[in-house]
């Protein structure tokens, strides 16, 4: 199995969780070999998350274009997370464990992992930082009725970050009991890999369902990107199709690929917000699963290839798209995409596909705030 | 420098965050009877460590000890203390200051080796480095980081970060036993979750040596005086 990304990606963690991941590695090989690893995936996807989501034409919201929305909102618990999640609880089975530990920054993974845990009659545990549980207090709701275990991260930037970090300890503590079910395709090998295959769904359902609408090809396909997760799986749907350009649009405040240098972070080597020193910076965005200050080892790969390339939105360009998609077309998105669609207009492309990774019930109170103080 | 335990005694290694007090504390925690000391470069994230060290971490960055005031403290260290010296930090300080010139770097202020905690054997396989195991580790992978690490072989003794456990860890006996057998005689020190006296002897009569973190750090916040009394206080446990 492919490490590294060129010079990214590695094994960056400390010895314990070693074995862990050889053992991890080992079973998703075997699961990929298993044919019935595939189709228990495939009727999970079908009969409990909702696959395969729509894929909505968004005429009002950019009439100079013909622009594609892959409906991830439309999948249970709201958002293209429980992808990843769902894949990694079947493989949690497999390796016979009990325990699922996870971080998450909005709360969309906690919620999809929280829900996994309870379709599966897992013990779960989720760390969140004490500032996005502030943010994000639906989705702390959510993942304590789901009978997950919310433990809060009170220091450092009270973030993603910090929640990571904290998720890794834990792993670290109780290996041997549990798996530790990362929410984006960041993290020691081999969990960029396994999330962005658990993800590619996402891109090859797109491209399917473009090509049988349009009877070609996007010119360009654009998703946000925090830790990079449904970036990857829909770009993954797209890469050999070298005409169709990728973007991946960033928050300005946590832009990991556009200002960030090569560093380590939380397991692999890739492009992360850092200063001189290798210090990590903090990252600063309204979008709780945007503000992050890494980004998966792929996308630092795809950068330097220049098969992808990865643009800012800021918090207020953010909030713009969110209102206009929703008065446009009756979707109300997380702010997460909400980064992707204001960069539409700037495309020279004309058929555009975006991810709308997820829906934006969790950040009413926070764009609401924000209206108020307008 | 000789890394190999000194002395025909029982190694005692301390842990202290670099800082601007560090040179009088590890003067104090070798006058206690430290035969080697580890010197915290420190990180923002550091994954490996629990709470007393990433607390010391965080006040330590926002002292101002970015790498370069790390090596100058590293050199006025080795200025006050004659015992091998070995920072211990993470991988991205060396990414960001360059892999090979931050062992150089190290080693020209006075450093022994190096202990990065988040790099595993089997990564940058070329940085020589004191390796660490852990009781999860294959014997095969024992085999390995002992084979390559200098001067001694670092044994965590717990699955889990650093810091003070209330019971002594009962998993270094079976790791300590497969390290002995596979280690073809390199020196073995544990480390991870020791801070009592009582904890230290009991390791050490499965090693050659213990390494205390956690509560050396605490200690080393009271100063120098309490320091030394706690890390002497640990050298009569171990003689």
Not at chain 1, 17 to 32: S, T, Y
Not at chain 1, 75 to 96: D, F, P, S, W, Y
Not at chain 1, 168 to 194: F, K, Q
Not at chain 2, 21 to 42: H, K, S
Request: include cysteine.
């Amino acid at each position: 199995m492919a490490s590294t990304y060129g010079t990214y990606g590695g094994r960056y963690v400390p010895e314990t969780l070693i074995p862990a991941l050889d053992e991890l590695g080992a079973a998703w090989q075997a699961a990929l070999a298993d044919g019935g690893f595939r189709e228990e995936l495939d009727h999970l996807a079908r009969s409990y998350a909702g696959r395969p989501t729509p894929l909505t034409l968004a005429e009002r919201f950019s009439p100079a274009k013909r622009l594609y929305l892959k409906r991830e909102d439309l999948l249970h618990t709201g958002a293209h997370k429980l992808n990843n999640a769902l894949g990694q609880a079947v493989l949690a089975r497999r390796l016979g464990k009990k325990r699922i530990v996870a971080e998450t920054g909005a709360g969309q993974h906690g919620v999809a992992t929280a829900t996994v845990c309870a379709r599966f009659g897992l013990e779960c545990v989720v760390y969140m930082g004490s500032e996005d549980m502030r943010r994000q207090k639906p989705n702390v709701e959510r993942m304590g009725l789901l009978g997950a275990e919310v433990r809060p991260v009170e220091f450092g930037t009270r973030t993603l970050k910090e929640a990571t970090s904290e998720a890794i300890r834990d792993w670290i503590t109780n290996v041997e009991s549990t798996h530790y079910l990362i929410g984006s395709c960041v993290g020691p090998a081999p969990y960029p890999e396994i999330v962005r295959e658990l993800q590619a769904v996402i891109g090859r359902e797109a491209r399917a369902q473009v090509l049988e609408a349009e009877g070609r090809l996007p010119d360009a396909v654009v998703a946000c990107v925090g830790g990079g997760s449904n970036a990857i799986g829909m770009f993954a749907g797209f890469l050999d199709d070298t005409d169709v350009e990728l973007v991946g649009v960033e928050a300005a405040g946590a832009a990991s690929l556009g200002t960030g240098r090569t560093g380590v972070l939380h397991g692999s080597r890739s492009s992360v917000l850092a200063d001189e020193d290798g210090q990590i910076a903090d990252a600063h965005s309204i979008s709780a699963g945007l503000d992050y200050p890494g980004v998966g080892p792929e996308h630092a790969f795809l950068r330097d290839s220049g098969r992808a390339r990865y643009v800012g939105t800021t918090d207020d360009e953010a909030l713009d798209a969110f209102r206009r998609l929703t008065r446009t077309e009756g979707i109300i998105p997380a702010l997460e995409p909400a980064h992707a669609l204001a960069r539409v207009d700037d495309l020279d492309a004309e058929l555009v596909v975006v991810c709308l990774s997820g829906r934006g019930d969790k950040d009413l109170a926070e764009v609401l705030g924000r209206a108020d103080g307008d | 420098m000789a890394t190999s335990h000194p002395l025909g005694r029982k190694a005692l290694v301390i842990y202290l965050m670099a800082g601007r007090e560090t040179p009088e504390l590890a003067e104090a925690a070798v006058e206690g009877g430290a035969d080697l000391v580890e010197l915290g470069f420190p990180f923002s994230d550091p994954l490996a460590d629990g709470p007393v060290i990433r607390r010391a971490a965080e006040r330590a960055l926002a002292e101002g000890m970015r790498t370069q005031a790390c090596l100058d403290c590293l050199a006025a260290v080795r200025g006050r203390v004659d015992v091998p010296l070995v920072p211990m930090t993470y991988s991205s300080l060396l990414e960001a200051y360059g892999w090979e010139r931050f062992a150089v770097d190290v080693r020209a202020a006075g450093a022994t080796s190096l202990i990065v905690a988040d790099l595993p054997a089997d990564e940058r396989a070329g940085l020589r480095r004191v390796q660490l195991v852990a009781p999860t580790s294959t014997d095969e992978r024992i085999r390995a980081a002992a084979a390559v690490t200098e001067g001694w072989l670092y044994l965590v003794t717990v699955t889990g970060t650093t810091g003070a456990r209330s019971e002594a860890s009962g998993a270094l006996a079976g790791l300590a036993a497969r390290a002995r057998s596979l280690g073809d005689g390199v020196p073995l020190y544990a480390g991870f979750g020791i801070s009592t006296p009582e904890q230290a002897r009991a390791a050490a009569e499965l090693t050659d040596g213990v390494v205390v973190g956690s509560r050396a750090v605490e200690l080393a916040e009271r100063g120098s005086g309490p320091l030394r009394d706690y890390v002497r206080s640990l050298r009569t446990a171990l003689d």
